[in-house]
């Protein structure tokens, strides 16, 4: 049996770009089972911020070389003049998901 990494995973994310920046508008997320990682889902980056601020915890996730789910970094909330969802606490003020897919 797996250990449990997070409450939930988030595998892939899409930006969407503005005028002077580009932020995440939407996560794949899936349920951490526990022994496995479950379906994934879209949520928006609200939805995913609102899941942090009320305790659940998110880790990136990715494929190894045999199609093997592997355990990625802690995702937080970076409070600035916005809210940024982040896994690199060095990182200036965006959203920053390290080596994580666009879908």
């Not at 045999?66 to 982040?86: H, P, Q």
């Amino acid at each position: 049996m797996m250990e449990k990494w997070a409450d939930f995973l988030i595998s892939a994310v899409r930006y969407e770009e503005t005028f002077t920046k580009k932020t995440i508008s939407h996560c794949k997320v899936h349920p951490d089972n526990g022994n496995s990682v479950g379906e994934g889902t879209t949520w928006s980056k609200e939805e995913v911020m609102d899941a942090i601020i009320k305790g659940n915890r998110f880790v990136t996730i990715s494929k190894d070389d045999r199609g093997r789910w592997k355990r990625g970094i802690n995702v937080f909330l970076l409070m600035a003049r916005e809210t940024y969802l982040n896994t690199d606490n060095t990182s200036n003020t965006e959203d920053y998901l390290m080596n994580i897919p666009e879908f």
